[in-house]
């Protein structure tokens, strides 16, 4: 069975961004609760009644937050791009600014009979490349400056392949819906986690001067760090929904490109050059989309999204029949047009 475009996998993708869906107006109510228990402690109750009033209080929080989720959904559906693009610098180009980039890319897609994304650019000397979009005839395929230096055209090719293979697949889709979708969670998560002395603070202050509360200030405490756990946990939570990305997928993508491609050694000269230089600032969930992301090191490295170079070059060695370079190896940018004795056409499976 061709790794292109695999039917069950897709399937399986389209499941994930649902269960992603369906996990963010859990992780909404779950900070609802939190934030009715950071106001209720500023009443400075006992523990007991401070509990008793954010249960009070949920059902006015809820259809705020739902309201705001809702209105989040519709930005990020019809702006999820603009959004993307501001915090990575990206910017579209059309055929005139860089026919080489846009031949290659269209005769990979004629070649599959499918849509032409858009090409967009980032100005920088990584070498790195995603893609983007969450509905047909807005997929948009991003390179950097330092990849089109930096690769032959051989080379190119299979990056943009891989990249139409993760369109194709629905990755991006997946990967959209956890970055922009889901990844607010995390930002909230982190603005609150980061400041709960400016709620200790708020709610021990004000309750130390009223008689209504029976805590005596050790209630709002109590209160305000059971919120901050909650905040916590969801922003864990919302970490482990992007944990039902894959590492797979790059590996499918690798196969994806080397089937369109018919040349892994292509694909494999592509990740030796990128390997170390392929660090771009972004926030993690966008990092998430690229085509390496550089694993942690230590534990960090065990949640990677990524796999490593080095086990994504021995999978095309051993299933595609292609030959590893050391990157010690690799043809310098100003050598990137002139294709060197490993960048000939495989002999291999599909050779």
Not at 128 to 138: I, L, M, Q, Y
Not at 168 to 181: E, G
Request: charged share 20%; aromatic share 8%; with cysteine.
């Amino acid at each position: 069975m061709g790794s292109y475009g695999l039917k069950t996998y897709i399937w399986n993708n389209r499941l994930k961004s649902l269960i992603l869906l369906a996990g963010f107006p859990f992780l909404l109510l779950l900070i609802s609760f939190g934030f009715a228990l950071v106001i209720s402690a500023f009443d400075n109750p006992d523990v007991r009644t401070g509990f008793v009033n954010a249960l009070a209080l949920l059902p006015s929080l809820v259809p705020l937050a739902l309201g705001a989720a809702a209105l989040w959904f519709v930005i990020a559906f019809f702006a999820h791009q603009r959004i993307i693009d501001g915090v990575t610098g990206a910017h579209r180009i059309e055929r005139s600014e860089n026919p080489r980039l846009w031949n290659l890319l269209e005769n990979l897609c004629i070649s599959r009979g499918i849509t032409t994304p858009a090409l967009r650019i980032i100005d920088t000397e990584a070498l790195n490349a995603f893609a983007s979009g969450v509905r047909e005839k807005h997929y948009s395929v991003t390179v950097t400056r330092g990849l089109l230096d930096a690769l032959n055209d051989a080379e190119l090719e299979a990056v943009l392949a891989h990249e139409l293979t993760h369109i194709r697949n629905r990755d991006v889709q997946l990967l959209v819906v956890s970055a922009v979708f889901v990844g607010v969670i995390t930002l909230v998560g982190d603005l609150l986690v980061r400041s709960p002395r400016i709620f200790l603070y708020g709610g021990v202050r004000r309750g130390g001067g009223s008689s209504r509360g029976k805590g005596g200030g050790g209630g709002a405490i109590v209160l305000i760090l059971v919120a901050v756990a909650i905040f916590i946990l969801a922003r864990f939570l919302a970490i482990a929904l992007r944990f039902a990305l894959s590492r797979k997928r790059e590996f499918l993508a690798d196969a994806g490109a080397t089937e369109l491609t018919k040349n892994p050694d292509a694909m494999i000269g592509a990740l030796r050059k990128i390997e170390g230089r392929s660090e771009i600032e972004a926030p993690s969930q966008v990092q998430e989309m690229f085509l390496d992301h550089p694993r942690a090191a230590g534990l960090a490295g065990l949640f990677a999204t990524h796999p490593s170079i080095d086990d994504r070059v021995s999978a095309l060695v051993e299933h595609a029949g292609g030959r590893d370079v050391p990157r010690a190896a690799a043809a310098p940018a100003e050598a990137a047009n002139h294709p060197g004795p490993w960048q000939q056409p495989a002999r291999g499976p599909w050779g």
